[in-house]
């Protein structure tokens, strides 16, 4: 098995150069190689007859790889289409950066809290199920950290505010 593979690896390599881009003709042949190994039991004893198996394993290996590339080609395509058809809605990058400095200096669990809850677009009881705490928990952890960000923010800013959507924005 090692030596028919050691002989056919050139030819492999060349049909593979032939058919898809240069640099994935290297690990095309790894690839039947690897099938090889696999199905060994498959391979014909003649050589000229395991030669063809090879290459027949070959053709299907570039068909998959040809699959795979024009996947990913037409997905990179309506990725770009889509991202060029979004609506670019953009702020300058400290737009709301008071906001997201104030919730930093809260407990991490009351930030992460605020986070969801206005950031995510969360009800509190759907916070309080993804954080894994009682609703009750979660209203008054909610309240508190509502509290603390007005004194840290200084009573200006309200959580229902656009502020606060700045600050989601530019996270």
């Known amino acids: 098995m090692t030596r028919l593979l050691t002989e056919q690896a050139p030819d492999l390599l060349r049909y593979f150069q032939r058919r898809l881009n240069y640099d994935d003709a290297a690990d ?3 690839e039947v190689m690897a099938i090889a190994w696999r199905r060994i039991g498959h391979i014909p004893e003649v050589p000229e007859a395991a030669r063809m198996w090879l290459f027949v394993a070959a053709r299907n290996v570039s068909a998959n790889w040809v699959r795979t590339y024009t996947r990913e080609r037409e ?3 309506k990725l770009a289409a889509a991202t060029l058809a979004a609506p670019r809605v953009g702020s300058s990058a400290d737009s709301g950066s008071d906001v997201r400095d104030a919730i930093e ?3 991490p ?4 809290l605020v986070r969801l809850i206005h950031w995510d677009g969360f009800s509190i009881i759907e916070a309080a199920g993804i954080m894994q705490i009682n609703p009750s928990t979660a209203r008054g952890r909610y309240q508190r950290a509502k509290s603390l960000l007005r004194g840290i923010l200084g009573g ?5 505010e656009a502020r606060w959507q700045e600050a989601a924005s530019t996270r």
């Open 109 to 112: 669990q009351d930030a992460e």
């Open 28 to 30: 095309a042949v790894a």
């Open 75 to 77: 997905l990179t395509a």
């Open 156 to 160: 200006v800013h309200e959580p229902g």
């Open 105 to 107: 200096r809260l407990d």
